[in-house]
């Protein structure tokens, strides 16, 4: 009969193996060229958004592969990789939860959530916010109550705040708006350039589906609105409405 504690150390060992490897393989797989121009583009200078990031050089379909394939990994080592210093360990890690969450039922879901709320710290740059929020936060609580988004939104972290509104687009996906509403109101007077972004681009996704319910929001707050976030969500708007907006003529 085979020793329960031996069991879950030899596991565990095994997915520790696991991540070694897979760090082990990013590394062979990294180019420094582009390392140079993703380090520029995610603006990583002292006072930047993303400052002292570090980056390999890979892109994002080359992690989704390497994802499925270290995607047995135990999750607490999964969670390990998370907080991991490097840019595409974190992608990596969120990639694999995100393709777990999917694969998931409702006990193993729950589980994952809440890594992801619990790290939430570490998912700290906008392309690992987009990739990831609808998809676990999201999704998760769509049937659910949304506080944690209401308390993310008022986060002093940029990065929950964003996870916060970009986590409603697979609301709006599924026709429900009044949450994204609600944290766009809560988010009008966020000073950071990457909230207005998407808090603009989510109302964007709203009037794609239900012009009358986001122009209902946009008449309302528009004039107050930072101007980027305004911009966003009205790209979609023929030409002479966007003027009249952007005029203050509506």
């Not at 565990?12 to 060229?33: F, G, N, Q, Y």
């Not at 239900?210 to 004039?223: S, T, V």
């Amino acid at each position: 009969m085979t020793n329960p504690g031996f069991a879950a150390a030899l596991t565990r060992r095994l997915s520790m193996m696991l991540i070694a490897a897979l760090k082990k393989e990013l590394r062979v797989i990294a180019r420094k060229d582009k390392a140079a121009v993703l380090k520029r583009f995610f603006k990583t200078q002292p006072g930047q958004y993303a400052a002292d990031d570090i980056f390999l050089g890979i892109g994002v379909p080359q992690l989704r592969m390497i994802a499925k394939k270290y995607a047995d990994a135990e999750l607490p080592q999964v969670g390990r990789l998370l907080s991991s210093a490097v840019h595409e360990e974190r992608l990596t890690a969120l990639l694999i939860l995100v393709d777990r969450f999917a694969a998931a039922g409702e006990v193993a879901q729950k589980e994952i959530y809440q890594m992801y709320l619990d790290c939430s710290r570490y998912v700290n740059n906008w392309d690992l916010v987009d990739l990831s929020a609808p998809l676990i936060a999201g999704k998760f609580l769509l049937d659910k109550n949304k506080q944690p988004l209401y308390e993310l939104a008022v986060s002093s972290l940029l990065w929950q705040r964003r996870i916060a509104i970009v986590a409603t687009l697979y609301f709006i996906r599924h026709k429900r708006y009044q949450p994204t509403l609600k944290i766009a109101k809560m988010l009008l007077g966020d000073e950071e350039d990457l909230i207005h972004k998407a808090t603009g681009w989510m109302l964007r996704e709203v009037a794609k589906r239900e012009r009358n319910r986001a122009e209902g929001f946009l008449r309302r707050y528009y004039r107050t609105m930072p101007r980027t976030m305004l911009r966003y969500a009205i790209e979609r708007f023929p030409q002479s409405r966007r003027r009249a907006y952007l005029r203050g003529e509506i």
